[in-house]
């Protein structure tokens, strides 16, 4: 996990914030989640669409972010 330190050396290095991966889910009229015969939520993802540019970073600064282990 990067420290507030590193975050703060990756910031002066000029690094921008990019998107990896998206997940969406389904949802039933009453808003609960669409899920599989374990209870568990059903995820899924759009393996032709990019989001890289859409607007999903604006107003994120690096120091806000964590590392995902």
């Known amino acids: ?21 998206i997940q969406f889910y389904l949802q039933h009229e009453d808003g609960q989640p669409v899920v599989d015969e ?3 939520v059903k995820k899924f993802y759009s393996p032709h669409s990019d989001f890289s540019d859409c607007g999903l970073t604006e107003g994120l600064e690096i120091d806000e972010l964590r590392e995902v282990n």
Do not use: P, R, T
């Open 1 to 21: 996990m990067y420290s507030m330190e590193q975050n703060n050396q990756m910031k002066e290095e000029e690094h921008s914030i990019g998107v990896w991966e």
């Open 38 to 40: 374990k209870g568990e």
